[in-house]
């Protein structure tokens, strides 16, 4: 029979090493490992849990922005008050992973490295130009959030390396951003399109910058820079939502599967880019 | 919201039918003391596990065990060889018959794997790690055969065949050569060809529906051990004990009285724990090992082996007069039976046309395997699906003829009296009154928002009766315990001890209601065809009434008069005898305290067969919201009438209709068994599988209607199961009041809404 090992380091330098170790699995909230590994579809020889790592779990303020550890679970997110009030897209992507007990353990991280192209923290993360700081056994790099993973179930890590925080940018004035999916049911379920837009407004309320993320409808997250693009500069007119609604399904790579159809989930990614759009608006004080 | 609209009657004052008090089983249940199918344990018990079949339709060429055997830690492994090859018999045990000889094949594959799911062998060893590497080990030799799982194609000519020697049954003449349509079922009045050509309006469509799940919380789980002495124990969850004896002891071939079974703690059933899967597995393994044995299934092997009900195809042509009459009606149904014979194609037959009262008609229904899991009974078996393309057709001619939905159903209404399309004479219905509940309904009257649609549709639902023991004990403080043969699936247990307290003039709280196992009380039909509280409930009356008539006379004796001279009221003994103004009642309690100088305990056990269930009959009114830009349809009201005859506890009542509601929503928007091209299931899980979710689901308001049925003590009238079967065309016809298309083809995800609302653009 084969042994399972469990280690909980408490530095990210000794994460690092115990995750180089071949057949290593990271552990975070563990909401994808453990039904992974009850399933039979990973059989790791050693669990590192990475929650006891310093860092790993938090959220502070430094340099005008917030700091989120990479395990910290949904539900903490959920109760910062000022992480919400700057972000409130970014939390509603993470607090949309799982039910109320799910949330409790399930992590930004993971949800990122677990790397399903239907992650719903994953967006929102993308268009709030988030960064990763990542430990690794050479040390430390950052990376945008976009660069992690690489297909289904893929990541760029290096064997040992693991993401320790996110940063996000400070955030100015009249700025805010948005997370809608779509799912047949309204909880517990897996997006079959999912949308984050992060727009910041200039002093006369026009779109100064925009950001456009489509999560289900590729291999990866994709950060969509014609869909930003068309809303800048205007104050979500008509004409500029069908543009960035255009340039949104014109990005779209899906697969048809049980989830829904090529043509159907390409065509929803451009609704809700579009509504999600006019909440971030909305939210950050527009005025159509 | 709920209410109660009783219809006047002469009925006795009731104290204790019709409140409101709490479960007994509640506190067990929400604190976790209650034990279930997975909870039970016993001394070196090994895990035994199932190796399923990877294909659809494969011939078994040949199963090496050798090396699974060998692996340290397994005790046994066992193979169709281990089991009986039996003929074919069929077997009443409920709702469904059964044939014992397809129930065995489905138990464990013989010969040929006829789904991606089924059983073609099983080990037993010391943990669950090495029962799976003891699975991985056996090699099974499989010749791939071509399959089929859509019910049209497997009725179609060059289809292959499941089964060499299955020849259709019901057809005029047997049939030349072998086919996977099992039974043709068939039924006709009057002369539909004249009345369709003398017919104002005729609607004609082709409705879908698909194969789902009944989707119980609790997998099925069970514990058996072989005694050195051929005697049987087995501990499981299902919908009654006594059909898991009958049918364990004719899958090994051994006697009932071997066999004890006892029911554990039911976490749902809905008509899917009427068969078994896992029991006479476990008994073959501890058989072979000399060890008990458990086995719990995960939910993967819930969705692929066990379940589900038919997937279809129908045609429903109706033709009416200018004012609303339906003249003619022709209705083709062809279900999915899965890997053996026996959907429930015959009782939708029965009720497809149950709630109309009319002339002419052919029913023509088609029993069809096909390469997926053998259906089991599901919540009013056939009923829902029938009912949606019934219930769309009435709606498309109401549509058509501009008028309203209630008043075309109310103009062709069964009554009392009216000979049903089925062929019994309906006495006692509550059809009309249910009606006009919906009609008279604040939610009926409300007005709609944007994107919103509104639908109605009927049902109907046999009930049944059936074979019950409940016996009634006196303790000697006068609390009484009430014992029956029934797992509870929709709070029985409550309404058994509220009936006996009644009839006993106890306070409920004195009362505690036992389910007991097969060598602890008389034979029992399983819990199903929404029988218990109508069936076993008279039993228990009629048990108590005995222990009243005992307990008067008793006071009879005490008080030196005649048991005519005592009557029993209140719980207490009465002296009636005017030459004996001096004697004070007697309780309960205070005749209870002398049985010993009295004649012994009191106690009384009453076995019968109840006949006289009164069918049921559902409204229902749904509004629906439909997302214009993605099809996505959320259900925002939901009103369900239903006439109960009598609610004996009302709020479990309520808690019946509301979950019924539920499931058919589910069944009407997102549920659906997925298979790949290989005929694999793609979708055997919650997350893929998609049963509404709590906030999926508006508060689901009910009306209850009380047409009491007299040939209950009480006037119940099963319950359980018409609730399922007017949600699936409810939902579907108010989709298509919201977005102005016919919606025939289920579930209604939103890709297939929006579609719909792309054809409507052009």
Redesign the interface.
Known sequence: MSQLAYVAPSSPEEAATALAATGARPLSGGTDLLVQLRAGRVKPDVIVDLKRVAGAIGIREEAGGYVIGGATSGAVLGEHVGLVRAWPGVVEGANLIGSTQVQGRASLAGNLCNASPAADGVPALIAARATCVIVGPNGRREAPVEAIATGPGQTSLSPGEFILEFRLPPRPARASDAYLRLIPRTEMDIAVAGVGVNLVLDAQGRVAQAHVALGAVAPTALLVAEAGAALVGGRLDEASLAAMEAAARAACRPISDKRGTANYRTRIAGVLARRAALIAFARAGGQL | MSETLEKPAAAAVLNVVGTRPIRPDGADKVTGRATYGADFNMPGQLVGKILRSPHAHARIVSIDAGKARGLPGVKAVVTAADFPDLASEMHEGGEQASNLRDLSLNVMARGKALYDGHAVAAVAAVST??A??ALALIKVTYEVLPHVTEVEDAMASGAPLLHAHLFTEGLPAKPASASNIARRHYNERGDIAQAFAAADVVVEQRYTTQAVHQGYIEPHACVAAWAEDGRCEVWSSSQGQFMVRTYCAKVLGREISDIRVTPAEIGGGFGGKTTVYLEPVALALSRASGHPVKMVMSRDEVFRATGPTSGSVMHVKLGATADGTITAAKVELKFQAGAFPGSPVGAACMTALACYDLANFTITGWDVVTNTPKVAAYRAPGAPIVAFAVESAVDELAVKLGMDPIAIREKNAVHNGTKAAYGPTFQNIGYVETLAAIRDSDHYKAPLGRNQGRGLAVGFWFNIGGESTAAVHIGEDGSAVVVTGNPDIGGSRASMAMMAAETLGLPVERVRPMIADTASIGYSMLTGGSRTTFATGMAVVQAAEQVVAELRKRAAKLWETTVEQVEWKGGQARCLDPAKPDKKPLTLEALAAQSGRMGGPISAQVSLNAQGAGPGFGVHLCDVEVDP??G?VDVVRYTAAQDVGKAIHPAYVEGQVQGGVAQGVGWA??EAY?FDRDGKM??AG???Y?M??A??LPMLDTILVEVPNPRHPFGAKGVGEVPIVPPLAAVANAVRAAIGVRMPDLPL???VV?AAMDRRQG
């Open positions: 790690e090495v799976d590497a830009d993605t996505r928007l997102n997925i793609e979708n919650f997350l893929d998609r509404p979710v906030s999926d995800s939103p890709p929006l």
